[in-house]
């Protein structure tokens, strides 16, 4: 939950220049399964549809206002983007223009900051003009 509040914080900051997608998918720790010691919630596996957006929505709890997707049954969007179980990207025009590492060890919230801040820093800079004469 950590995590999901600082990636809120980070969307509060860049709202100006980004959209920010959160996009549940099958549960890292499950009450029923791999159980972590410090998990924030008891969520079982889920059996179905129903059981995932449930388990989203405390997701969306920790992140208001940020729009959220879920994942289907046969997790398509896990499998394609490798988010096993969290990962961050940046996706423009249709392109992957930034990937972090597989969470939970790779999730860096500093990396996606530090882009956002060049992309900003490009955005606001001096832009070149051309005039043929």
Known sequence: MARLRAFQRLAAHFLDIADFLLVYIEEAHPSDGWVSSDAAYKIPKHQCLQDRLRAAQLMREGAPGCPLAVDTMDNASSA??????????????????????????????????????????????????????
């Open 80 to 133: 394609a983007y490798g988010a096993y179980f969290e990962r961050l990207y940046i996706v423009q025009e249709e392109r992957v223009m930034y990937q972090g590492g597989r969470g939970p060890e790779g999730y860096k919230i500093s990396e996606l900051r530090s882009w956002l801040d060049q992309y900003k820093t490009r955005l606001r800079g001096p832009s070149a003009v051309v005039i043929q004469v």
